[in-house]
């Protein structure tokens, strides 16, 4: 035990002396001290981005997985046209269009000012050349191949105006060219497309770090309004719970689309956050394999569609958030209609529609899902109310990479679920080689006709009729349309309300 005593010495005056004789140092060594100069150097201007899906590779042609134009549609790549927040066909490398009386012929009038990250002009050569790279290369996705066949070639008819020639009409023709199809390459690169971006946007790949992120860097010489950003990082996180812990530590500047949406009072705050809801293109199917001689049959794929109580579904997966769908289109499309009702749910007429089918018994199947979310949740719920009417369902899980090699590529699965996020993607049910193996040539006569109609008015009512037809045909089971819902830190703006595109479009976003 020490003790302290309570008296005080007197040092008032020398103190307040050496306070004196300190302050008087400091201004001579101030005046004697040359002064060091400013800094010229700006600060970065980053954006940090949380997505779910890492890209595979950084090559949209030969790589079929959405998370790829995710980055670098609109941003790296550019397209003669694009589309916008409400669905509407924008110009954007062309300035305008015309179309030629029988639907078969688009002009397309190029802005003068576009040019390549190289310098390169992006004249009607260019398009040509991209044209006819499309057309020869026997490695491209099935998609784009099916996509590409209606064009029967391009000539250039001035330096800035170029002629695209169909085979015959096509309604999605245009659609198509305002996605991965339409994305315009520097006919002048020679490098791997997985390490090499020649686009003519606004960033360019500056790194893809495997298992974290990609990084885009501001391209300074762009031909448009100048990126806002410095440099762009979309980093990819498999547990939504962390990209929310990211976003609320101040790690994130966005979450692209929230993965866990019970999380939303998380971002309350709107001091803080923004909360972003909207819709997007991502219908989330329960897809089943037409090449597995139960599931071929109508009342197995009806039997299932009625065990499914999807509402509950959407309640208990998606927290309620989404929109209920019963075939192969959302609100923003222009053939939409409402159609959930269609084998509405009923275990009962589940039951007799198995036993019609020789089912009685039982059956067994394999649910392959991709390790998202949305899909391994709602697996399990699947899984609970198939059991309920005698069928057995195996549920495996695999990354996205294995996914699209085993499930996507091989069609080695009995179910399975993903969210098709490709703008008015119906046509992809009249492909039979497309991984459902759906072949019914009925539906293929009703969507080609429709996207052969002559009118506007016409190929929405013929696509309305092959939507329908679907429906009643249970050709997979829609369970939801994805909602869009984005959290941003309250000084960001300028994100889009809807995702009617692949795209997470950068250049309309801003940060005070």
């Excluded at 245009?174 to 490098?191: E, V």
């Excluded at 971006?197 to 990084?215: D, E, I, L, T, W």
């Excluded at 962390?242 to 001091?271: C, E, H, K, R, Y």
Aim: net charge negative; hydrophobic share 45%; glycine share 6%.
């Amino acid at each position: 035990m020490h003790a302290v005593s309570s008296r005080r010495p007197h040092r008032g005056p020398i103190r307040a002396l050496a306070a004196v004789l300190g302050l008087a140092l400091a201004i001579v060594l101030a005046a004697c001290t040359p002064s060091s100069p400013q800094s010229t150097e700006k600060p970065l201007r980053a954006l940090a981005v949380g997505a779910t899906l890492e890209p595979a590779s950084m090559d949209p042609w030969h790589n079929t997985a959405a998370s790829i134009p995710q980055v670098l549609l609109y941003n790296v790549y550019e397209t003669l046209v694009k589309v916008d927040t409400n669905g509407e066909i924008k110009p954007l490398l062309a300035q305008a269009w015309e179309v030629s009386a029988d639907r078969r012929v688009y002009t397309f009038h190029l802005n003068p000012a576009a040019k390549f990250a190289s310098g390169a002009p992006v004249d009607a050569a260019a398009v040509v050349a991209n044209i006819t790279r499309l057309k020869g290369d026997t490695r491209l996705t099935e998609t784009l191949r099916a996509q590409l066949a209606v064009v029967a070639g391009a000539q250039a008819s001035g330096n800035n105006q170029v002629q695209i020639t169909l085979l015959r009409p096509s309604t999605m023709w245009l659609y198509d060219m305002s996605s991965t199809l339409g994305m315009m390459l520097d006919p002048s690169a020679t490098g791997d497309l997985n390490t090499t971006s020649a686009g003519s946007g606004p960033y360019a790949v500056k790194a893809h770090n495997q298992g974290q992120s990609v990084v885009l860097a501001a391209n300074t010489a762009y031909w448009g309004n100048p990126p806002r950003f410095d440099e762009v990082t979309f980093r990819y996180f498999t547990d939504p719970n962390a990209m929310n812990a990211a976003m609320l530590g101040g790690d994130l500047d966005v979450i692209s689309n929230l993965q866990a949406p019970d999380a939303l009072s998380q971002f309350a705050d709107t001091t803080q956050f923004t909360t972003i809801s909207g819709t997007t293109n991502g219908e989330v199917v329960l897809g089943v394999n037409h090449d597995n001689k139960a599931l071929a049959k109508l009342e197995v794929r009806q039997a299932l569609t009625r065990a499914i109580d999807r509402r509950a579904l959407l309640d208990t997966v998606w927290n309620g958030q989404g929109t209920l769908i019963g075939s192969m289109a959302v609100p923003t499309d222009p053939w939409y209609e409402d159609l959930s009702a269609t084998n509405a749910y009923d275990p009962d007429a589940a039951k007799a529609l198995l036993k019609e089918a020789g089912y009685s018994s039982g059956l067994s199947l394999r649910l392959r899902v991709p390790v998202v979310p949305y899909a391994v949740k709602s697996a399990q719920f699947v899984a609970s109310q198939l059991r309920d009417v005698g069928v057995k369902v195996t549920i495996e899980e695999l990354d996205f990479t294995r996914w699209l090699d085993e499930v996507f590529t091989k069609g080695d699965y009995d179910m399975t679920i993903v969210a098709h996020v490709e703008a008015r993607d119906l046509g992809k049910f009249a492909n039979p080689k497309y991984y459902w193996h759906y072949g019914d040539e009925k539906f293929a006569a009703l969507y080609d006709a429709a996207d052969q109609a002559p009118t506007e008015e016409q190929a929405d009512a013929g696509m309305k009729a092959a939507v329908r037809y679907l429906a009643d045909d249970a050709a997979a089971i829609w369970l939801f349309a994805l909602p869009n819902l984005v959290i941003t830190k309250a000084t960001i703006s300028g994100v889009a309300q809807n995702a009617t595109t692949l795209s997470f479009d950068l250049t309309t976003i801003t940060s005070r």
